[in-house]
Each structure stands twice: as C-alpha cells, then as structure tokens.
C-alpha cells in the first residue's frame, strides 16, 4: 500500500472522527498527526514546524486581542449602542455587522483577523439582545472569509498581478488579467452571501450553543471595570493592532508579529492578567489548526492533490460544455480546500487549469478566477482554513452544526460564481 492510498485512509478516519464525535476534535487531530508521521506520510520536522506554524500563532495571539478588547467596557458600550440603532432588529444587527466585516476583508487579507476584530463586538451585541451569539457568529465568518480580496482595494489590487504572473510561468501569455477582472467576476458573488447572511443564515444557526468552551462559559463577565489607565491601554493596544494590520503591507512586519506583540501589550498593560490571557485560549480549538495543518501537509507531500487535479484535467478536455467545465473547476477545488490550505490548492489547481485551457485554445481568465474563487471561500470544515476553529470556538459549534449551516452558502457560491464568471469570462 503506497503512501498516498494510506493518507486518504487516514484523511477519511479522521473526517469520520469529527462527524461521530466520540472523542474530543482537538485530540483526534493530534492523533491523526501521529499517524501520518508513523505511516511516512509526513515528515516528523514537517509536522513539528506546524506547532509553530505563522496562522497558529497569529490564531492563538488574536484569542488573547480579543479576550482584552472585551475586557473593556468599550465593547459594552458599542454593544448597546448597535441595539439602540437597530432597535432589536436582529436583521439590522446583521446588516451593520456584516457590510464591517465585508469592508475590512478588503484591506486585511486574512479571515482570522477580521473575524477576531468584528466577533467580539458581535457578541457583546447578542448578549445586549439576550440572543445566543451561536445565531450569529457562523455567518459572520462566511462573510470574513468568502469576501476577502473580492474587490479592488487594499490586498484585492494585487489579485490580478499573481493571476498574471501564473500565467507567465505557464507560457500562456496571449490573455492579460486585467485590475477589475477579480471584482468584475466575485461581486455577484459579495452581494449573494452578504444577502444570504444578513437575511436567511441566521434561521439555520443553532438556537443555542452545541459544544460549551471555557470561552463562552466566561463571558458572563462579572468582574470590575478596569482602571482608566487600563481601561484606555485596552482600547489604544486594540486599535493600533487593527490599523497595523490594515496597513500590514505598507509596515513590512509580518501578520504573526502583529497579533502577537498586540496579545502581549494586552498582558504588559495590565489589560489582562498572565492567567487571563492564558485562559482566553482556547487550546481544544488550537490543537485542532495543527492536526488539520498536518492533514493538509500529508496530502500536499504524497500528491493527492496533483492526482486530483491531472484527472480533472483530463476530464476538462472531455467536456464541451463551458458551464459543465466551469462547475467541475469550482466542486473539486472547493472541496479540497476543506482539508488542505487553499493557498496549496491554488498553486496546484491554478496552473492545471491553465494548461488545460491552453491545450483547447481556451481563454483561460474565467476558469483561474473560478479556481482562486472556489479556493478563498472554504469554510464548511475546521480544516478550510483558521477562521473556521476560531469561530467554532466562539459560537460553540460542532462539525455536524458547522457543516449544516455550509451548506447552502455553498450551494450559492457555486451556482452564481459559475454562472456569472462562465458567462462574462467565456472560454471560446
């Protein structure tokens, strides 16, 4: 039995786990590591960088951002002051939370972040309402993470320089992505999932939360306000971290950094105690980043996703359909990027298309875009991508509730994404 036959065993057992959830998720991720490492699907210094792996730490950090900016009363007070305004309209709630969180996605390029940013605000909010953030916190995530990059602002003005630079690696350089082309393909898809959040998802979130973490059990925050000076080190250290990240790429100072010198400001000012930062963590949630980083390794090292993508090629080339095409280079990378970082998908699926395109005389612009679409906008499994663990551990959701409520915003994205883009972006 070679290597990527008992990945895909391992892979399989492990999704098996997290849907029976007999035993904890963040313990069958640990499991599933070690047998990946024994079985010689993944390198044991591979698997031990991933305990230090940039997004973990970034994941880990922000718990504690988080954990301090609620600490204050700052998140109290913007609480009520949204319920006033959307006088306890749980629609005009969503409505405000989700165009916030749309609009930072277009200059953080990183779903952690803006969902650790808007999330406490969300629940402080729900609480304020006497809702259980569990109606809410799912969609805002969707939101976080399907609409990163999707317009032509911040980190989305270089979506169309990395589409051509693939294209010149593949020697394919008779189509040009142009700046607006990204934006001119996702929209539809921004305005079909912020409408589906702000309108519809909230009737499919659980009424209560599934699985209790130490992190929803404290929010019932019964300590006293800080001390002024602490109380305004709170609010400065949050802001600052927020606007270092907006303008991340200006600062050349890595992500990573960014959240952790914030979590550590939180602690030296005095916002949170070493105890209280520590506890705000949510450690469950962030063994749980490792082992679906570990999975998403071992299938990256024994090619299953090369293998994946060669078929999917050759079954391009069968296809005279645009729409059957479109469909198939959206389901497949889509899929895959719920237990593999879409980062690694991307690479591995963006140039196959292009070759697949360039093998029919195809224009190739449609099916790239549909392709880093399908890739950004993973979100039914806590292996997509570290926004999904962060959310499951704030809404205290399940993988069975997490992948109920994907459903159908999947079902949106593929079904408008391939219309629309197969339609504006034909291939012959």
Same mark, same amino acid.
Request: hydrophobic share 55%; with cysteine.
């Given at each position: 039995?070679?290597?990527?036959?008992?990945?895909?065993?391992?892979?399989?057992?492990?999704?098996?786990?997290?849907?029976?959830?007999?035993?904890?998720?963040?313990?069958?991720?640990?499991?599933?590591?070690?047998?990946?490492?024994?079985?010689?699907?993944?390198?044991?210094?591979?698997?031990?960088?991933?305990?230090?792996?940039?997004?973990?730490?970034?994941?880990?950090?922000?718990?504690?951002?988080?954990?301090?900016?609620?600490?204050?009363?700052?998140?109290?007070?913007?609480?009520?002051?949204?319920?006033?305004?959307?006088?306890?309209?749980?629609?005009?709630?969503?409505?405000?939370?989700?165009?916030?969180?749309?609009?930072?996605?277009?200059?953080?390029?990183?779903?952690?972040?803006?969902?650790?940013?808007?999330?406490?605000?969300?629940?402080?909010?729900?609480?304020?309402?006497?809702? @259980?953030?569990?109606?809410?916190?799912?969609? $805002?995530?969707?939101? !976080?993470? +399907?609409?990163?990059? =999707? %317009?032509?602002?911040?980190?989305?003005?270089?979506?169309?320089?990395?589409?051509?630079?693939?294209?010149?690696?593949?020697?394919?350089?008779?189509?040009?992505?142009?700046?607006?082309?990204?934006?001119?393909?996702?929209?539809?898809?921004?305005?079909?999932?912020?409408?589906?959040?702000?309108?519809?998802?909230?009737?499919?979130?659980?009424?209560?939360?599934?699985?209790?973490?130490?992190?929803?059990?404290?929010?019932?925050?019964?300590?006293?306000?800080?001390?002024?000076?602490?109380?305004?080190?709170?609010?400065?250290?949050?802001?600052?971290?927020?606007?270092?990240?907006?303008?991340?790429?200006?600062?050349?100072?890595?992500?990573?950094?960014?959240?952790?010198?914030?979590?550590?400001?939180?602690?030296?000012?005095?916002?949170?105690?070493?105890?209280?930062?520590?506890? @705000?963590?949510?450690?469950?949630?962030?063994? $749980?980043?490792?082992? !679906?980083? +570990?999975?998403?390794? =071992? %299938?990256?090292?024994?090619?299953?996703?090369?293998?994946?993508?060669?078929?999917?090629?050759?079954?391009?080339?069968?296809?005279?359909?645009?729409?059957?095409?479109?469909?198939?280079?959206?389901?497949?990378?889509?899929?895959?990027?719920?237990?593999?970082?879409?980062?690694?998908?991307?690479?591995?699926?963006?140039?196959?298309?292009?070759?697949?395109?360039?093998?029919?005389?195809?224009?190739?612009?449609?099916?790239?875009?549909?392709?880093?679409?399908?890739?950004?906008?993973?979100?039914?499994?806590?292996?997509?991508?570290?926004?999904?663990?962060?959310?499951?551990?704030?809404?205290?959701?399940?993988?069975?509730?997490?992948?109920?409520?994907?459903?159908?915003?999947?079902?949106?994205?593929?079904?408008?994404?391939?219309?629309?883009?197969?339609?504006?972006?034909?291939?012959?």
């Amino acid at each position: 039995m070679n290597h990527l036959t008992i990945c895909l065993i391992i892979s399989a057992l492990t999704m098996i786990s997290y849907v029976w959830a007999k035993f904890p998720m963040g313990l069958t991720a640990l499991l599933s590591m070690c047998a990946f490492i024994i079985t010689g699907c993944l390198d044991p210094k591979t698997a031990l960088g991933y305990f230090g792996n940039s997004n973990g730490v970034m994941i880990v950090a922000m718990f504690v951002v988080a954990a301090g900016f609620t600490r204050t009363q700052f998140v109290k007070k913007c609480a009520s002051s949204v319920n006033r305004i959307a006088k306890g309209s749980l629609t005009m709630v969503m409505l405000g939370y989700i165009l916030v969180a749309a609009l930072l996605a277009q200059f953080i390029q990183s779903s952690v972040i803006v969902f650790g940013i808007m999330a406490p605000m969300m629940i402080a909010t729900c609480e304020d309402m006497n809702i @259980s953030p569990s109606k809410t916190l799912f969609p $805002l995530a969707i939101v !976080s993470i +399907a609409t990163i990059s =999707a %317009l032509p602002l911040g980190s989305g003005a270089t979506q169309a320089a990395e589409l051509n630079g693939y294209l010149e690696a593949n020697a394919y350089t008779e189509y040009v992505v142009a700046m607006t082309d990204p934006m001119k393909a996702r929209l539809p898809m921004l305005i079909f999932v912020m409408i589906y959040c702000i309108f519809f998802a909230t009737r499919f979130a659980p009424n209560a939360a599934i699985v209790k973490t130490s992190e929803l059990q404290s929010r019932q925050d019964t300590r006293e306000a800080l001390p002024p000076f602490k109380e305004k080190a709170g609010y400065i250290i949050f802001i600052l971290t927020t606007l270092a990240l907006i303008f991340q790429r200006h600062l050349g100072i890595d992500t990573w950094v960014i959240c952790l010198t914030g979590a550590v400001a939180m602690v030296a000012f005095g916002v949170l105690t070493e105890k209280e930062a520590i506890a @705000s963590i949510n450690w469950p949630m962030a063994f $749980l980043l490792v082992g !679906s980083f +570990a999975m998403g390794g =071992a %299938l990256t090292e024994t090619g299953a996703g090369e293998v994946v993508g060669n078929i999917l090629a050759s079954l391009a080339n069968t296809l005279n359909n645009r729409y059957l095409i479109g469909v198939v280079f959206f389901i497949v990378p889509f899929l895959l990027t719920q237990v593999m970082m879409n980062r690694t998908v991307m690479i591995i699926f963006i140039p196959i298309a292009i070759l697949a395109c360039k093998s029919m005389g195809a224009n190739p612009i449609g099916i790239m875009i549909l392709v880093q679409s399908a890739c950004l906008s993973s979100f039914m499994t806590p292996m997509a991508t570290p926004a999904v663990p962060m959310c499951m551990a704030a809404g205290g959701y399940d993988l069975k509730s997490t992948v109920k409520q994907s459903i159908i915003p999947a079902m949106i994205l593929c079904i408008v994404s391939v219309c629309w883009i197969m339609t504006v972006f034909p291939m012959f």
